[in-house]
């Protein structure tokens, strides 16, 4: 089993920044890609960005220029800094890590920008 737990979500003023960090633990040996996902109330669950372990990135357009992805393959870590947030990024954000062909979710955290 794989084990994802999230971490640095919370309340943010619009124009702020927040870095969000998810651990994988278990049985996560060959772990392709990681990433963040986000769901807010009434929409679906959409992409954010993820990483592969070479480093190949890839970001919602929205998110571009504002959030950066970043990956620690030794810490099986990935981090997700993202500044000059808006109200429209508020959101439950999740982390995703896929596994042999299998995806692997954290229970997810919020976060929240308003003023």
């Known amino acids: 089993q794989v084990q994802l737990v999230e971490s640095g979500g919370g309340l943010v003023q619009p124009g702020g920044s927040l870095r969000l960090s998810c651990a994988a633990s278990g049985n996560s040996v060959g772990i392709y890609s990681m990433g963040w996902y986000r769901q807010s109330p009434g929409k679906q669950r959409e992409l954010v960005s993820t990483i592969t372990s070479s480093g190949v990135t890839n970001y919602e357009d929205s998110v571009k220029a504002r959030f950066t992805v970043t990956r620690d393959n030794a810490k099986n870590t990935v981090y997700l800094q993202m500044n000059s947030l808006k109200p429209e990024d508020t959101a439950v954000y999740y982390c995703?890590?896929?596994?042999?062909?299998?995806?692997?979710w954290g229970q997810g955290t919020q976060v929240t920008v308003s003023a």
């Open positions: 995703n890590a896929l596994i042999a062909g299998r995806d692997y």
